[in-house]
């Protein structure tokens, strides 16, 4: 091992940075936000890092670097671009047994350092020695994606309860029994989840011998229009947890296989007139499942509160006391209008957008025509094209003029993207001829033009 990881208590202690550039300005937060008090020494210092010396209470020092400057300091960090000084600075360090990093001159270094992922009290230190710096960053980057924002919390949570833990078990393999429990399990699913007072009355509750209730919990997970890609953090998280997946005929299959290898998956597909599940076999099902204490991901194409009756799923839940979290997903009309090259709002073109459900009730009646026309105005049709004669020609009786440009977008952000544009006067005529089948969104306006333009994504390279 090149470097041993050591983390420095700097609370109030006195650091020299010798330079007063960007880098000095970056290496100076760090500092400051881990409490040193700063001298910077440079005979210009930027505005920021001057504002950041002020707020901190640290000191600057306007001229050029002095054997001096050193006295006093427990850390010192060259950063200048003037390498005999760096080496100048290195060696007064050195010298006086100080520790000092030298910008970018790891031969230069008594410590360098790491990349850092800051979830206070908790942080990671990856370093690759000063060898790959860039490969240390991209290792921080899969780390942040990787645990969450609030994991600290759960630190926090610890600290709250440690003495009462640490009286309860005087043994240390219980003690470390109980915490492995807590921190992989509903409590601090609480605390992530911003729960932070049930978490505190869970954790009391295990502390206080009560038996722990058998729930489980509800994930409603939006899982995107198909890209896996373009899951969320939180999605990927949750679905890396579940006991049991249900999921959609939506979802797609490379975004299943992201989830626990070992959960069981149930499938619950809607297909329009073939419900392989009614709805309320489903609502029922989460609960039983919850019931047994799994931990229950179901898994919607898009997002859960779009055309995905997710607050019928969560009604339930909530009325059999289930607990429940909802995730976010991109939802079909922002996928694929992005994958398309067709942006829904444009100033140009469409002042707002709208998302309607094409699945007619009772043929023409059911849906706000009149609303629908006025200009300026983009429209998705989710779940129309088996409707998408009658909406074609009811926007056109309405008032929409027949050469309204239009699109259909077949399975979008996915590789099997199909896109087809046309006008309300042919868009079914091209359902026919390309044997376009679901699912398949339908953009109305004159934003569908842009796509000339703005198209990017090549997915199946069948469309027109
Ligand atoms: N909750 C979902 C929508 C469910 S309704 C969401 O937010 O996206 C189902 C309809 O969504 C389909 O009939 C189709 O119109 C549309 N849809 C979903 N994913 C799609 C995709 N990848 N490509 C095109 N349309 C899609």
């Known amino acids: 091992m090149e470097f041993l990881p050591l983390f420095h208590n700097l609370r109030g202690a006195r650091v020299l940075v010798v330079g007063g550039g960007e880098i000095a300005l970056r290496k100076s937060r760090l500092l400051a936000d881990a409490g040193a008090v700063l001298r910077?020494?440079?005979?210009?210092?930027?505005?920021?890092?001057?504002?950041?010396?002020?707020?901190?209470?640290?000191?600057?020092?306007?001229?050029?670097?002095?054997?001096?400057?050193?006295?006093?300091?427990?850390?010192?960090?060259?950063?200048?671009?003037?390498?005999?000084?760096?080496?100048?600075?290195?060696?007064?360090?050195?010298?006086?047994?100080?520790?000092?990093?030298?910008?970018?001159?790891?031969?230069?270094?008594?410590?360098i350092f790491p990349a850092i992922v800051d979830r206070s009290p908790l942080v990671i230190a990856v370093s690759?020695?000063?060898?790959?710096?860039?490969?240390a960053r991209l290792i921080r980057a899969k780390l942040e994606s990787w645990i969450p924002p609030t994991y600290g919390h759960l630190a926090g949570l610890a600290a709250r309860f440690r003495h009462q833990v640490k009286n309860l078990f005087p043994n240390v393999q219980?003690?470390?029994?109980?915490?492995?429990?807590?921190?992989?399990?509903?409590?601090?699913?609480?605390?992530?989840?911003?729960?932070?007072?049930?978490?505190?009355?869970?954790?009391q509750a295990k502390i206080d011998g009560e038996a722990p209730s058998a729930s489980g919990e509800v994930y409603l997970v939006g899982a995107g229009p198909g890209d896996p890609d373009l899951l969320t953090f939180k999605a990927l998280r949750l679905m890396q947890q579940a006991d049991v997946v249900l999921y959609d005929r939506l979802v797609a299959p490379a975004i299943l296989e992201l989830c626990r290898r070992d959960a069981d998956r149930i499938y619950?597909?809607?297909?329009?007139?073939?419900?392989?599940?009614?709805?309320?076999?489903?609502?029922?099902?989460?609960?039983?499942?919850?019931?047994?204490?799994?931990?229950?991901?179901?898994?919607?194409?898009?997002?859960?509160?779009?055309?995905g009756r997710g607050g019928e799923e969560i009604e339930e839940l909530a009325a059999n006391g289930i607990p429940f979290q909802v995730v976010p997903g991109i939802t079909a009309a922002s996928g694929c209008a992005a994958y398309a090259g067709?942006?829904?709002?444009?100033?140009?073109?469409?002042?707002?957008?709208?998302?309607?459900?094409?699945?007619?009730?009772?043929?023409?009646?059911?849906l706000p025509w009149k609303d629908l026309v006025s200009p300026a105005q983009t429209l998705v049709f989710y779940m129309g094209l088996i409707g998408l004669p009658i909406i074609c020609s009811e926007l056109v009786k309405h008032g929409r003029s027949a050469d309204t440009p239009a699109a259909l977008i077949q399975q979008g952000t996915t590789t099997n993207q199909r896109v087809f544009t046309g006008t309300l006067a042919n868009l079914p005529q091209l359902v026919a001829e390309h044997e376009v089948h679901a699912p398949t969104l339908v953009i109305v306006g004159e934003v569908?033009?842009?796509?000339?333009?703005?198209?990017?994504?090549?997915?199946?390279?069948?469309?027109v």
């Not at 690759?128 to 490969?135: K, Q």
């Open 342 to 366: 067709i942006p829904l709002t444009h100033r140009d073109y469409a002042q707002s957008v709208r998302f309607v459900t094409g699945h007619l009730k009772n043929n023409t009646t059911d």
């Open 174 to 203: 219980q003690r470390r029994a109980f915490w492995e429990d807590v921190f992989q399990g509903p409590i601090a699913d609480r605390q992530l989840a911003g729960q932070g007072a049930e978490a505190e009355r869970l954790l």
């Open 40 to 111: 910077v020494v440079a005979p210009e210092i930027g505005t920021e890092l001057r504002e950041l010396i002020d707020s901190s209470g640290g000191e600057q020092i306007l001229r050029g670097y002095d054997e001096a400057d050193v006295n006093g300091c427990v850390l010192i960090i060259a950063a200048t671009d003037d390498e005999p000084l760096n080496a100048q600075v290195s060696a007064d360090a050195r010298q006086r047994g100080v520790p000092v990093n030298v910008v970018d001159a790891p031969a230069l270094c008594s410590v």
């Open 448 to 463: 569908v033009t842009l796509r000339d333009k703005l198209a990017w994504f090549e997915g199946a390279q069948s469309g």
């Open 268 to 307: 619950v597909g809607k297909q329009r007139a073939d419900h392989a599940l009614p709805q309320d076999q489903i609502n029922q099902q989460l609960v039983a499942l919850a019931k047994q204490g799994k931990r229950v991901v179901r898994l919607k194409g898009g997002d859960p509160f779009i055309f």
């Open 128 to 135: 690759s020695g000063g060898d790959a710096p860039v490969l």
